[in-house]
Every structure is written in C-alpha cells, then in structure tokens.
C-alpha cells in the first residue's frame, strides 16, 4: 500500500525522450559528417568526442533522472526511464533537500536520500511538495532524519 508518493517532474519523460532523440541525431550527424569529409583520421577524434557527450546525455536522462519515489508501508520505491528501484525502510538515514530555486524559469531543488550501506540517491525536484513527501516518510519511520533548507 503507498502511503505517499512524490513525482518530481510532471511531464519530464516526454522531455526526456525528445532530448535523447535531438542529442543522439545531433551527435551521431555531426560524428559521421566528420569521419566522412576529413581525409585519413582526422575526422575520428570529433567522432570519438561525439560519442562521449551522447554518452554522458544518455547516462544523464536513462539512469540518473527520477520520476516518481514512492513511500510504503516496508520500502521507498523509485523509478526512472529504464530502471526501478527500492530500499528497506530501515534503511533510509536521512533526507536532505535545498532551497527551492529557479534556474531558465523552472523553480527546482536537489534532493538527497541517504541510505545505510548504498549510495546516496539524488534528484532534481521540479514541483513543490517535498516538504510534505519528507513528513510522511519520518512519520512512518522516526529514525530518519530530515534536513530541511536552511
């Protein structure tokens, strides 16, 4: 049963994907042209330089954009484009959320979830509502301390 859930970007899968799409074309167009019009090897070094920043895009939108964490009666749970997750309540240490700011328009802040023996898991939160996600999950477990923006 999901006693709260906090989606962090409404909209941000579409976005998402037209962005890989125009990057992965862009990328991809612009490795091939200079493979295809430099005489010898000259070209492969934009090529391989291509190849890296779609790879860092791809790495970025795939894997490290998060669009919905979920908070249950046993675990928080966490999905992105290609991937889904989740942790033991136990073992959730701590929140830590920024100020909300405003960056090209958008008010967002960076999120932290800490975890006992994992990595920690963060985020970029684009809609408010943090706050409240931060309550709900220290009332269901109070061993999780919450570190609001100073």
Not at 107 to 116: D, G, L, N, R, Y
Request: aromatic residues 8%; hydrophobic residues 45%; proline residues 7%.
């Amino acid at each position: 049963m999901t006693i709260a859930s906090y989606d962090p970007g409404r909209g941000q899968r579409r976005l998402s994907w037209i962005l890989i799409s125009c990057f992965s074309f862009l990328f991809g167009l612009l490795g091939v042209l200079s493979v295809a019009e430099m005489p010898g090897m000259q070209g492969f070094p934009i090529l391989a330089i291509c190849v890296g920043l779609l790879a860092l895009v791809l790495h970025q939108y795939l894997t490290r954009t998060l669009y919905c964490i979920e908070l249950t009666d046993a675990d928080v749970r966490w999905r992105n484009l290609i991937h889904r997750d989740a942790r033991p309540l136990s073992q959730v240490r701590s929140i830590r959320y920024s100020r909300m700011q405003v960056s090209r328009g958008v008010p967002q802040q960076t999120v932290t979830v800490k975890f006992a023996g994992r990595r920690p898991l963060r985020f970029v939160a684009q809609e408010p509502g943090m706050a409240q996600f931060a309550a709900a999950v220290h009332a269901s477990a109070p061993h999780v301390s919450i570190e609001p923006p100073a």
